[in-house]
Each structure stands twice: as C-alpha cells, then as structure tokens.
C-alpha cells in the first residue's frame, strides 16, 4: 500500500512546509499550520493536455467581442446600491465579510426578497443555519417572496448539480468557510477549501451569469478569515463594520471593480432587520450636549456623502506614571501626533493627563479633515471651555500647526447650512468670496493655522 503523503498548510497566508512549523516564515503568525493530504496532479501525460485543449476555450480578438452586460439592476436598498457604484452587474461576484452578529446574514437576506419581488430567481444557499432557522429569522424580517428558495447544503457538488438544474439568477452563499468540496482532502474552512470552492463558484459566476454573494467571516484582527487570494479572486469586497452592541453599521467597500471604493453606507439595526439612514448626520448629532467641554461637532465626507459628527473628548490629570491615550473611532497614531502638535505649537502642557476620545455613535472615521475637530475638543476639555453648539469644523492638521485644505467644501457647506447651523470653521485654503454670498445663512470663517483655529472656536 502506498504511503498517503501530507504538508502542512498556514490557514493565514497558505504557506506550506513538508513538516509542521509553531511560526509561518512568510506572514510570520504563530499556531497557524495545519496538516493537509498532498493533492496528486491529475495532468500526467500529453494526451490528457491535449484532450484538455480541445475542451476549453480559444483566445479571441477583444474586436469580435459584441455581447457586452452591463446593465445595473437594483437591490431595493439604495444605501447598498451607493456603496456598489449603482448597482449589481449580472456575473459578478461580491464577498460580504464582517465580525460575528453584526448583521450579515440579516442584509443578504433583506437583498434576496427584494430581489426575488424583483422577478430574480434567488437560491439561498446555507452551510450554517437549518431551513427552520433561516424561516424564523426571515419572518422577524417579513421575507416571504415565492422567488426566494432555501437551500441548505454544503456539499460543492451537490451545490453545483442544484445550480445546473434550478437555473437561479442570484446566488447567496453563507458561508465560503462552510463549504466543502470533496475531491480534496481536507476540512471546510482550511485554505486549499476556500481556494477551490471560490474558484467554482466564480466560475459559475461567469460563464452562466449569475450574480453570486458571498459570506467570509473575519480573524480576530479583523482582516477575512483564509488567504488574501479570497479578496483577488472576487469582483467585489464589501465590509459590514460597527460595534456589536450598537445599533449603527457602516457598509465598505474596501474593493469595487464597477465602481468607487470611497462610498459608504449606513445602516440601523431594529426589531425588523437593517433600516437605511438617508440623513445620518441628524441622527448622530442629535443628542450633543449644550455648553459642556470637549464636545464638537465635525464634518467629514465618505465617497461622495457629508455626514456631521459629534466628536467628544476627555482630557484629565493622569493618577499613573504613564498617561493613557485611549480612542474610540479614530486612528490612535494620529491623535498622538495631534497631542505632539497642541504641546509644540500651542504649548499645551498635556503630556500629565489621559486623554481619551470618542465618536459618537461606534463608527470609525479615517478621513484627515477630523483632524481639527479633535484637536480643538482636547484644547477645550484641557482648558475646560464649552464650543458653541452651532459651529461646526473641518481641516487637516499640518505638523507645524498649519491647517491643509480638505475636499468637497460645498458640500460639507450645504449639509451645516441644511441642518441649521451659524457657523462653520474651514481652511483658509478652501475660502473663496463666492461662498459667502452662495451661502448666506451661514458664517464661513477661514483660519490658516491652529492658533488661529482656538481662538476663534474658544475665544482664548
């Protein structure tokens, strides 16, 4: 008999090693090898090539090429629709990856009745859930379209025959990392499964145009679970990001071969299923405390939205030898550059007291024009001064104090102006007279550096 050969495989990165090794030389994480049978070649002589040859496709001339499908159709859910570039295109292939309980499966379930209303042929296809599970959670949502078909399998054969025979127009998939796919030896969610089971299922993406979503789980770090060869395979990637306990999510797309990267999408999570914000800055500002320190509200822009924010900070004598620098929603190697400046330039003694920041709401904001608006709610918590209530702020902040230009002035203008507020602090970059007189209801201050910046927000 002979010897069954096995490696060993990192589940990370899809390193592998003839014997097991405790760290991955390549992506350089720990406990991550696991053993795997070695998959023999199947090609082993030229007539299986040549037989392969003349089954597979011919290389054509991009002009002969005349059947071209690119017509968007909707998914009911225009926030959904922002963040995909208007829509899905038919043999696409999109992955929808986020922590545990944050709403996926609620989502893919909400887009499938309104795409089954929508005279699509959708197949549900669960490796997790029973029919019984997925039926209790779709009558919470009111899901009850004779379009919408369950299938609970995680068999990839069993899944393409059913696909062959049921002819679907959108193909839901929960999850990759329950699939199977028994010609390899190995179990679902190890990284040759997860290879091989996206690959079947974008193939069948593409040559029989099916639109097919697909659910990945996320790491610990929050990066998809198995290799980064999932995210280059797929059209699409989509992340669903907000606090568990929160009722806010932000829908991302992190990858969009159809369109923008930089849009974003809100949602609320209530009693019935994910509830689409059209006005989110209303929303998240609407319980901002009057005439209390360390509270601003700032303006920022996601694609092509402006949203309002409300930005609170706490800045107090440290009882430790080290002070604590804690963030919520923002990236902590900016604020301690922010600090660096509000010390060098300002001379703000805050090097003896904690600091710590927050946006409120549980979202997670990237974009350098918040950069003014926490460093002017540490500078009003440290000296204990209240900003106005009816101003609002936005610029980057330049490591000599100066403040840089942002994008999308006019509309970050039009948005303080619809919802009421006097005044608004820009870069002096940005400033041009036409705004003022486009823009009467509003004050329109410029200010070029961040003492400049203080004083006009805190008076001192």
């Not at 694609?303 to 009882?319: F, H, I, K």
Request: hydrophobic share 35%; with cysteine.
């Amino acid at each position: 008999m002979a010897k069954i050969k096995t490696k060993y495989v990192c589940q990370n990165c899809g390193y592998e090693n003839p014997k097991w090794l405790g760290k991955c030389p390549e992506c350089l994480q720990w406990n991550t090898f696991v053993e795997e049978l070695e998959e023999k070649s199947v090609i082993k002589n030229h007539t299986k090539v040549s037989s392969l040859l003349n089954n597979s496709s011919k290389p054509v001339s991009i002009g002969s090429i005349t059947s071209i499908n690119d017509e968007r159709f909707s998914t009911s859910i225009p926030e959904l629709d922002r963040v995909l570039g208007g829509g899905l295109i038919p043999g696409t292939m999109v992955l929808v990856g986020g922590d545990p309980g944050i709403g996926k499966s609620t989502l893919l379930l909400q887009v499938s009745n309104n795409l089954a209303n929508s005279r699509k042929k959708v197949l549900y296809i669960s490796g997790e859930e029973s029919e019984n599970q997925i039926k209790n959670r779709a009558k919470r949502l009111d899901v009850d379209s004779e379009n919408l078909y369950i299938y609970t399998e995680n068999n990839l054969s069993l899944i393409e025959a059913q696909v062959d025979e049921f002819k679907p127009d959108i193909i839901i998939v929960d999850s990759v990392q329950t699939m199977l796919n028994p010609e390899i030896n190995s179990a679902p969610g190890t990284v040759s499964q997860i290879k091989e089971v996206t690959s079947k299922f974008m193939k069948i993406s593409k040559t029989k145009d099916i639109t097919s979503f697909i659910v990945g789980h996320v790491t610990k770090e929050g990066s998809l679970a198995g290799p980064k060869l999932l995210e280059h395979m797929v059209d699409t990637v989509l992340y669903f990001e907000g606090e568990r306990y929160n009722t806010y999510r932000l829908l991302r797309a992190v990858k969009n071969r159809f369109g923008s990267t930089n849009e974003l999408g809100v949602f609320e999570m209530k009693s019935k299923g994910l509830v689409e914000l059209e006005n989110p800055s209303k929303v998240l500002i609407s319980e901002k405390p009057k005439d209390v320190s360390g509270s601003v509200i700032v303006s920022t822009v996601e694609g092509t939205r402006s949203m309002l924010l409300e930005l609170q900070s706490l800045v107090a004598p440290t009882n430790f030898g080290y002070p604590r620098r804690t963030t919520t929603g923002v990236d902590s190697n900016r604020v301690a550059l922010i600090l660096a400046v509000l010390e060098k330039v300002v001379g703000m003694q805050i090097q003896n007291h904690d600091v710590f920041i927050n946006i409120v709401g549980g979202l997670k904001i990237n974009e350098p024009s918040m950069d003014l608006g926490i460093a002017l709610s540490i500078a009003s918590s440290f000296r204990n001064i209240a900003i106005s209530s009816d101003v609002v702020v936005t610029g980057e902040l330049g490591l000599t104090g100066e403040i840089r230009t942002v994008s999308f002035i006019e509309k970050r203008i039009i948005e303080c102006q619809k919802l009421g507020f006097k005044k608004i602090i820009i870069p002096k970059g940005n400033y041009l007279k036409e705004l003022e007189k486009e823009y009467s209801d509003i004050t329109i201050v410029p200010i070029s550096n961040l003492r400049q910046a203080i004083f006009e927000a805190l008076g001192k």
